[in-house]
T-cell receptor, first 108, second 112 residues
Framework: GQSLEQPSEVTAVEGAIVQINCTYQ??????LSWYQQHDGGAPTFLSY????GLEETGRFSSFLSRSDSYGYLLLQELQMKDSASYFC?????????FGAGTRLFVKA | DAMVIQNPRYQVTQFGKPVTLSCSQT?????MYWYQQKSSQAPKLLFH???????NEADTPDNFQSRRPNTSFCFLDIRSPGLGDAAMYLC???????????FGPGTRLLVL
């Protein structure tokens, strides 16, 4: 089967750096995605890793280690608008499974 | 702009009254998905179409059906909504099943 684990909540201050971890178990692996979702909104795609290493997109970076079945999302220079839920999602076997989401609270 | 559009954004229905939610895309993607998301939970995949090939998840209730008349449109039919079906319904598309999914804004369904 497939399963993902990520922390339920993370709190950080404005301007700081925060890392959201995701570990997964999957039969077949194509890639690990990250989505941001604000309250009442739809998930918005942030990043995708199919190969090991770090992908950087502006203030957001995502890392993958396939041998460890582990990835993380790194958010730098946190802003209040980054307060949202962040979902990791694993695609494998023609199926994408979402984690339960990490609620990020950014404080002034 | 290429996008995924869902209508309506908010839908109120009565217990047991059939309701249809619609999704359209201008991305020309082969795959279209329907997810159900309840408060503070992950999106739960109901089913997806790869082109015209329908793929139902094993735990999706029979109450939920879908139609994809062409590449651009996909519909979610809830035959007899129950109170437990109140949720956000998200449509997503991807070029291929292993590729990134792009979500529409969602339809929030309220069942009275």
């Amino acid at each position: 089967g497939q399963s993902l684990e990520q922390p339920s909540e993370v709190t950080a201050v404005e301007g700081a750096i925060v890392q959201i971890n995701c570990t997964y178990q999957t039969s077949g692996f194509y890639g690990l995605s990250w989505y941001q979702q604000h309250d009442g909104g739809a998930p918005t795609f942030l990043s995708y890793n199919a190969l090991d290493g770090l992908e950087e997109t502006g203030r957001f970076s995502s890392f993958l280690s396939r041998s460890d079945s582990y990835g993380y999302l790194l958010l730098q220079e946190l802003q209040m608008k980054d307060s949202a839920s962040y979902f990791c999602a694993v695609t494998g076997g023609f199926k994408t499974i979402f984690g339960a989401g990490t609620r990020l609270f950014v404080k002034a | 702009d290429a996008m995924v559009i869902q209508n309506p954004r908010y839908q109120v229905t009565q217990f047991g009254k059939p309701v249809t939610l619609s999704c359209s895309q201008t991305l020309n993607h082969n795959v279209m998905y329907w997810y159900q998301q309840k408060s503070s939970q992950a999106p739960k995949l109901l089913f997806h179409y790869y082109d015209k090939d329908f793929n139902n998840e094993a735990d999706t209730p029979d109450n939920f059906q879908s139609r994809r008349p062409n590449t651009s449109f996909c519909f979610l039919d809830i035959r007899s909504p129950g109170l437990g079906d109140a949720a956000m319904y998200l449509c997503a598309t991807s070029r291929a099943r292993e590729e990134t999914q792009y979500f529409g804004p969602g339809t929030r369904l309220l069942v009275l």
